[in-house]
C-alpha cells in the first residue's frame, strides 16, 4: 500500500507545484499550460486522443506482427545454415544503426505517397524486427550443450533436433526479443508518424503535431499523458504475458 | 578373455592449447564397474566422450562394442529440458529412436518408480529437487537398456547424504540391468564404493597411472564403508593418486 502511495503522493505534489507555480507567475499557457488546464483539454477531446491511441496502438501492433514474421523466419533460416548468417549479419548490423528517420523519406516513397500509413507500419516493423531477430538467434543457438550432446547419441534427425530442442530452448529468448519489440514498436510508430504523417494516419503523434502547429501547448500535453499511459500500459501487459507464459515453459 | 564392450588403445586427444589426454590404453568387460579418479583437468571427461563416441581421437582406436543406442551418458548438471515433464524428459530417448509416444511413456513411467520418482512423473525439471532430477536424469539413461553406461560425476552437485543414497541406487540398477559402467569422479571413497576397479589418472595431458582392484558385490552391503578391505582399497588409491600428482608437479 505505502509503496504504491509513494508515487501518487509525489505525483500530486509535483503537479501541485506545478499549477501553483503556473499562476504565480502568470506563466502564459502556450509556454507552460498549469495541469488543470492540461486536465481541461483533455476532457474536451479524449475521444479524439482515444481513436488516436487506437490507432498508434493499431499500428504499432501490426507492425509488431509484421516484423515477428519476418524476424521469425530470417532467423530460422540463418540459424540453419552459418554461411547465410555470415551473410546476412553485416546488412542486418548496417540496417539496424541506421536511424529510422533517416530512411523514413524512402519508405515513403515505396509505400505510395498516397499511403503514409503503410509508411508509417512499414518503419515501426523495421524497429520492431531487429530485437525479435537477435532473441530468436541467440535462442535457437542457446541450446545447453550437454542436452545437445545427449541427442548425438540418441541419433536425433536434424529435425527432430529442431523441432524438440532448438525451438524449444529458444522460447526464453523469444519472448524476451517480443517484449523489447513492442515498446519499440510504439516508439517507432509515433517517431514514423512525425516523419512520414499526414493527414492519412491519424495516431498519437498527429495530434501532438497537429496541437503544436497551432500553439495549443496543453492540447500537446494531453496528447503526450495519452501516449505515456498507452506506454506504461502496453510494458506492463507484455511483462505479465513474458512471465505466464515463461512459467509454463518452466513449468512453475 | 571375454570381448570389450568399449576399449581405447594408444588413445591421444590434442586441443588448441595442448595435448589433453594420453597415450591411454583402457577396456571394459561387460557388466564391469570401473571408476575414473583423477584431478580436475586430467581428461576424464574427455576419456569418457570418447567411449561415448561423442568425441574422436586425434590419434588411437576407439572400439565399441555398444552401439548408439546402447550407450548412455549422465553429465555432471540433470541436463533435463525444462520445457518437458519428467516423464517426457525420460520417453525422449526411445521416442527419438522411433519408438511410438505410448510405449515410450509407459518404459518412461517404469524407469521413473524404478529410481523412486513415480509420484512425480508430471512433474517439471524447475519443481525437482537436485537429487530428484538427478533420478531423473538416471531414469532417462537406463530407459534404453544400455550396454554402457558412462556417468560423470553425476553426484558432485548433490549433498552427502542424497549422494551416498542415489550411489547405493545406482549400484542396485546396475546389478539387476548389467551395464558396464564408467563412473568419473574426483572423489577416492566414492569410486572405491561404486568401482569394483578403480583406474586412476595423472594431471593433465591425462594418463593411467595405474589401478586397483575393489573386492566385493557389486551391491555393497550396510557398513561396507567401515570394513577393512574398503579402507586398505581407498588408502591404495590415495597414494597411487597422491604420487601421480606429485610426479607431475
Redesign the interface.
Known amino acids: 500500500m505505502k509503496r504504491l502511495l509513494a508515487p501518487l503522493i509525489l505525483i500530486a505534489v509535483l503537479l501541485g507545484g506545478w499549477e501553483l507555480a503556473c499562476r504565480a507567475l502568470s506563466v502564459p499557457p502556450y509556454l507552460l499550460p498549469p495541469p488543470s488546464a492540461i486536465a481541461a483539454a483533455f476532457v474536451q477531446s479524449w475521444p479524439l486522443l482515444l481513436a488516436s491511441a487506437w490507432a498508434t496502438l493499431s499500428t504499432a501492433l501490426l507492425a509488431l506482427v509484421i516484423a515477428s514474421v519476418c524476424a521469425c523466419a530470417l532467423a530460422l533460416a540463418v540459424s540453419l545454415n552459418s554461411l547465410l548468417e555470415d551473410a546476412v549479419r553485416p546488412i542486418a548490423v548496417t540496417l539496424q544503426v541506421t536511424p529510422l528517420v533517416a530512411i523514413a523519406p524512402l519508405v515513403t516513397i515505396w509505400a505510395g505517397i498516397d499511403h503514409p500509413e503503410r509508411a508509417v507500419i512499414g518503419l515501426a516493423a523495421v524497429v520492431a524486427f531487429f530485437p525479435i531477430f537477435s532473441g530468436a538467434l541467440t535462442g535457437l543457438k542457446a541450446v545447453?550443450p550437454?542436452?545437445a550432446?545427449?541427442?548425438?547419441?540418441?541419433?536425433?534427425t536434424p529435425l527432430?533436433r529442431l523441432v524438440?530442442?532448438r525451438l524449444?530452448s529458444a522460447?526464453p529468448a523469444l519472448l524476451e526479443g517480443h517484449k523489447v519489440a513492442t515498446g519499440l514498436a510504439v516508439i517507432g510508430a509515433v517517431v514514423a508518424e512525425f516523419v512520414a504523417g499526414s493527414g492519412g494516419a491519424q495516431g498519437l503523434a498527429w495530434r501532438i503535431l497537429e496541437a503544436y502547429n497551432r500553439l495549443q501547448t496543453a492540447k500537446v500535453f494531453a496528447a503526450l499523458v495519452t501516449l505515456a499511459v498507452l506506454g506504461v500500459v502496453l510494458h506492463a501487459l507484455m511483462e505479465r504475458i513474458e512471465r505466464r507464459l515463461l512459467d509454463s515453459?518452466?513449468?512453475? | 578373455m571375454t570381448p570389450s564392450i568399449a576399449s581405447l588403445s594408444g588413445v591421444e586427444v590434442d586441443y588448441d592449447r595442448g595435448r589433453a589426454l594420453g597415450p591411454v590404453d583402457l577396456a571394459l568387460a561387460p557388466g564391469e564397474i570401473v571408476a575414473l579418479v583423477g584431478p580436475s583437468g586430467c581428461g576424464k571427461s574427455t576419456a569418457l566422450r570418447l567411449l561415448a563416441g561423442l568425441e574422436q581421437p586425434t590419434r588411437g582406436t576407439v572400439v565399441r562394442a555398444a552401439g548408439k543406442g546402447e550407450t548412455s551418458v549422465v553429465f555432471q548438471a540433470p541436463t533435463l529440458a525444462p520445457w518437458l515433464s519428467a516423464r517426457d524428459n525420460v520417453a525422449l530417448p526411445l521416442e527419438l529412436s522411433g519408438l511410438a509416444k505410448k510405449d515410450a511413456l509407459a518404459a518412461a513411467d517404469e524407469a521413473l518408480r524404478k529410481v523412486g520418482l513415480g509420484a512425480a512423473l508430471a512433474a517439471r525439471p524447475a519443481q525437482l529437487s537436485g537429487g530428484m532430477a538427478m533420478r531423473a536424469s538416471l531414469a532417462r539413461a537406463l530407459v534404453t537398456r544400455p550396454r554402457l553406461l558412462l556417468l560423470d560425476e553425476p553426484f558432485a552437485a548433490l549433498d552427502e547424504i542424497t549422494r551416498r543414497a542415489l550411489a547405493d541406487d545406482v549400484l542396485a540398477l546396475a546389478d539387476e540391468l548389467k551395464p558396464a559402467i564408467v563412473f568419473v569422479t574426483h572423489n577416492v571413497e566414492e569410486a572405491v564404493y561404486m568401482a569394483g576397479r578403480v583406474v586412476v589418472m595423472t594431471p593433465g595431458p591425462g594418463r593411467i597411472a595405474g589401478e586397483i582392484a575393489i573386492p566385493g558385490p557389486i551391491v555393497r552391503p550396510p557398513g561396507f564403508r567401515t570394513t577393512e578391505a574398503f579402507r586398505a582399497a581407498a588408502e591404495a588409491v590415495s597414494n597411487l593418486l597422491a604420487r601421480a600428482t606429485e610426479r607431475a608437479a
Do not use: M, S
Open positions: 545447453d550437454d542436452l550432446r545427449l541427442f548425438d547419441l540418441y541419433g536425433a527432430q524438440r530442442l524449444p522460447v515453459w518452466k513449468g512453475r
